[in-house]
């Protein structure tokens, strides 16, 4: 795993976090910000985590995406304005 941080002249911040697993595939990155989107195949929990941390991201006026890591696996990109 990576955790990237840049700031840039633009009052804002950028987070990344990177890892080499399977990564997400594009038809499914937004399902995954879906809130109890768990199957009964998938992990144990709720499937809000990634739910609760977007809605908490655009509330201090940022946004979270996903593309794909140089790492083989899934970026998640936060921004958020500086404070």
Known sequence: MFVGI????????????????????????ERVFAFGDRGPT???????????????IERAGGQVDIETSPLGGARFVVMVPRA
């Open 42 to 56: 998938e992990a144990n929990g709720t499937g809000i985590g990634l739910a609760l941390v977007r809605l908490m």
């Open 6 to 29: 840049h700031v840039d002249d633009h009052r804002c911040v950028q987070i990344t976090v990177d890892d080499d697993g399977p990564g997400i595939a594009f038809a499914d990155r």
